[in-house]
Each structure stands twice: as structure tokens, then as C-alpha cells.
């Protein structure tokens, strides 16, 4: 379920839209992604353009304009999985720049942090496993909107 601290941090952005566009369902139907999901609620009702920007200048992909505007995302997915061969669950969170990125898991729900190297390597070996448990914890984590008493935060 996605936290009322993720969709408050929306709405005081201004990201955050009541309104489903059937454009976007679609977006997400076409890449499999379940529509009941907190990503999907997600995407379905935030934008701020193309990319998020979270923690140290990270970005992220708003997934549904990126299927819909532009047809590097569904090759970019292809590409990760013939690449890094990552299970056909894992779909890219953003660009991979500097060859460290973010996946979502569509079955389980968890994201995964991953950069090459010794790091893909422990995840193909099953050492590594993803950080966060849901796509809510990922993004209270990228928003730095996490309990700090709790110790919520992943360390990757």
C-alpha cells in the first residue's frame, strides 16, 4: 500500500493527480505491471515530467510517460535483461547511469539497487538480494521521507 507519506510529499509538489488517464493504465498493462500494485498507484497518479529527483540527485523514470513518449523504455527493458541477465521481472527505475541503477521487481513488488561488477555478481550468485521489500519503503527511502528512529533506510 502506498504510505500517506509518499502521496502528502506528491500533493505538496504538486505531482500528485486524482485523475487515472486510461492512457496510463495501458502504459502499465503493456509492461506488465499488476494494476493493484503500489507502483502502480504510483505512476498512475504522480508526475512531475519525464524523471522524479530524489536523494543525491538521483532520478527516476516516470515509467508511464516514458512507455507512452518514447519507445526506448520497452527497448531499454529488453536491453537490461539481454545485458545484465536479470530475471524478466526486474524492470529498469531509471537510466542506469554510471552502470549502477534501480529495478523493480513486477511479482514480488521489492526493488533492487545494483551496479556492475562484484555487486552483479553477488545478485547472480543469489547473495545480494533487493533492499527494499516494496515499492513504497524505495521511495520513502529516495525521498528521505523514512522514520529515522526506525531505521528503515536501506544501506546499498
Given at each position: 500500500?502506498?504510505?500517506?507519506?509518499?502521496?502528502h510529499?506528491?500533493?505538496?509538489?504538486?505531482?500528485?493527480?486524482?485523475?487515472?488517464?486510461?492512457?496510463?493504465?495501458?502504459?502499465?498493462?503493456?509492461?506488465?505491471?499488476?494494476?493493484?500494485?503500489?507502483?502502480?498507484?504510483?505512476?498512475?497518479?504522480?508526475?512531475?515530467?519525464?524523471?522524479f529527483?530524489?536523494?543525491?540527485?538521483l532520478q527516476?523514470?516516470?515509467i508511464?510517460?516514458?512507455?507512452?513518449?518514447?519507445?526506448?523504455?520497452?527497448m531499454?527493458?529488453?536491453?537490461?535483461?539481454?545485458r545484465l541477465?536479470?530475471?524478466?521481472d526486474?524492470i529498469?527505475?531509471?537510466s542506469?547511469?554510471?552502470?549502477?541503477?534501480?529495478?523493480?521487481n513486477r511479482?514480488?513488488?521489492?526493488?533492487?539497487?545494483?551496479?556492475?561488477?562484484?555487486?552483479?555478481?553477488?545478485?547472480m550468485?543469489?547473495?545480494?538480494?533487493?533492499?527494499?521489500?516494496?515499492f513504497?519503503?524505495?521511495?520513502?527511502?529516495f525521498?528521505?521521507l523514512?522514520?529515522k528512529k526506525?531505521?528503515?533506510?536501506?544501506?546499498?
Open positions: 500500500m502506498l504510505s500517506e507519506k509518499v502521496i510529499h506528491c500533493k505538496q509538489q504538486g505531482w500528485w493527480f486524482d485523475e487515472v488517464t486510461q492512457e496510463y493504465t495501458d502504459a502499465l498493462q503493456q509492461i506488465g505491471v499488476d494494476p493493484e500494485s503500489d507502483f502502480a498507484k504510483f505512476y498512475l497518479h504522480a508526475e512531475d515530467g519525464p524523471t529527483m530524489g536523494r543525491d540527485h527516476l523514470y516516470q508511464c510517460w516514458f512507455v507512452l513518449n518514447s519507445n526506448s523504455y520497452t531499454s527493458i529488453q536491453g537490461i535483461h539481454d541477465k536479470l530475471p524478466e526486474y529498469p527505475l531509471d542506469f547511469e554510471g552502470e549502477y541503477g534501480y529495478f523493480y511479482n514480488t513488488g521489492q526493488v533492487l539497487g545494483l551496479g556492475l561488477g562484484e555487486e552483479w555478481q553477488r545478485f550468485d543469489g547473495i545480494l538480494q533487493p533492499q527494499w521489500p516494496d513504497n519503503t524505495f521511495m520513502e527511502w525521498w528521505e523514512e522514520d526506525s531505521g528503515e533506510r536501506k544501506e546499498i
